[in-house]
């Protein structure tokens, strides 16, 4: 079965600074991976995506992934960070036979003035 | 834009009540699933539904109930309310043929609290 891991429950980096979120993954074929945001008391708003091509993905609100295979990885990086990124992050992988996805545990994003 | 509306962003019940909750979508969407989500825990997939009148269980479906009578409506049913779940409770839909070009559309979410 699939699985995704974020292995960093919380990550604080201040106003400016750049940041990585981790996400591996566990998937046997070819993995469909999300990133998406939630902004307290919100659901879930889409990010980015990667299914083929590029490994290198550019999503909204300034943030980007690179798919690496060997290392089953998928982070996302922000390369100056806003205080209104302040908000918790999921990775997930679809599993396209069972049509549905599984996310990881999260990550919440402290910003710091 | 999409929209996934959930009936009510908080509700309060007691112990042992029938309890439903709502979610409609407005985009035709085949896909539609239901999720819970806690500290720590992430999001666990309780049911979805490919389908109208089509159900399938997910990583936790145990102490709950779905029905999917119309394409635009997916109901989940706690048939007999307890302590342990009390949680938030995310609602998402996709379209079959572009989930990875668009992934899930969520609901704003329900909080519930059972006491």
Redesign the interface.
């Known amino acids: 079965a699939q699985s995704v891991t974020q292995p960093d ?1 919380h990550i604080t980096v201040s106003e400016g600074a750049s940041l990585e979120l981790r996400c591996n993954y566990s998937y046997g074929a070819t993995p ?1 991976l ?1 990133w ?1 945001v939630q902004s307290p ?6 990010l980015l ?1 990667y ?1 083929s091509g590029d490994t290198l993905v550019q999503g909204i609100k300034g943030f980007e992934a690179e798919f690496k295979r060997s290392q089953s990885s998928f982070n996302l990086r922000k390369p100056s960070v806003h205080w209104s990124d302040a908000a918790e992050y ?1 990775c ?1 992988v ?1 599993d ?1 036979n069972a ?8 990550t919440t994003l402290t910003v710091k003035p | 834009d999409v929209k996934v509306t959930q009936s009510s962003r908080y509700l309060v019940k007691r112990t042992g009540e029938k309890v439903f909750l709502e979610c409609v979508q407005d985009m035709d969407h085949e896909n539609m699933f239901w999720y819970r989500q806690d500290p720590g825990l992430g999001l666990r997939l309780i049911y979805f539904s490919y389908d109208v009148k089509m159900k399938e269980k997910g990583d936790i479906p145990e102490g709950y109930s779905v029905s999917r009578e119309k394409k635009e409506r997916f109901s989940l049913i706690l048939e007999s309310a307890s302590t342990n779940q009390t949680s938030m409770y995310l609602c998402a839909s996709s379209s079959r043929q572009d989930t990875l070009l668009y992934g899930y559309t969520f609901g704003s979410g329900t909080r519930l609290t059972v006491v």
């Open positions: 429950i469909y999300f998406y008391g919100q659901g879930l708003q889409l995506k299914f999921f997930a679809e396209t049509g549905k996805s599984t996310f990881g545990d999260g």
